[in-house]
């Protein structure tokens, strides 16, 4: 077990004789997914709104927002990655719950970077427009690497899938 699992697996004290009940553990899984979701909507809904309705002081505070929200979401992914299961090769990702959700994302950046430049910057936006025309083609070169690896995900998981049925671990075996 690799020091990040161990790590993980403390942190959600998963050794607990709670989880040896299958039920409880079903259910407590399923409340956990529940508030995991429930903390990325309200915490993506606050950073939307924050630097909007509370100036400077909600930009810093969306942007901290954003940062929580991105390492839970990362530590989520790795620990199911780590445990053998790859949610970008499992879920689809053209949903509209998450074009929403990166609507918000958008709308707490972009909110966050226009309240803090208007404040520091004294109003001039010259670094923001520089700073979209180097971070667009770099966020563009991002999502095809991350289209292009999902989709090479995608057929590592179809290849283990065919492999292990032909080895007689199928569902059908």
Known sequence: MSAFVTAARFVGDLDDEFYADELQREIWNEASAVGFQSLLWIGLIG??????????????MALG???????????VLGYA??????M???QKLRRSRIAFAGLLFFLAGAGAALRLLAHYGGGNLQSLW???AIGAPVGLAAGVVGIKNRRRRVQ????????AELLGFGPNK
């Not at 309705?53 to 909600?58: F, I, K, L, N, S």
């Not at 590592?156 to 492999?163: D, G, H, I, N, Y």
């Open 47 to 60: 950073g939307a709104v924050l630097p909007y309705a509370a100036g400077v002081t909600g930009a810093w």
């Open 88 to 90: 970008y090769a499992s």
């Open 65 to 75: 927002l954003f940062f929580v929200l991105i390492s839970v979401s990362f530590v």
């Open 81 to 86: 990655r780590e445990r053998g299961i790859d």
């Open 156 to 163: 590592e998981a179809e290849r283990a899938a065919e492999k």
């Open 130 to 132: 520089i700073g979209a």
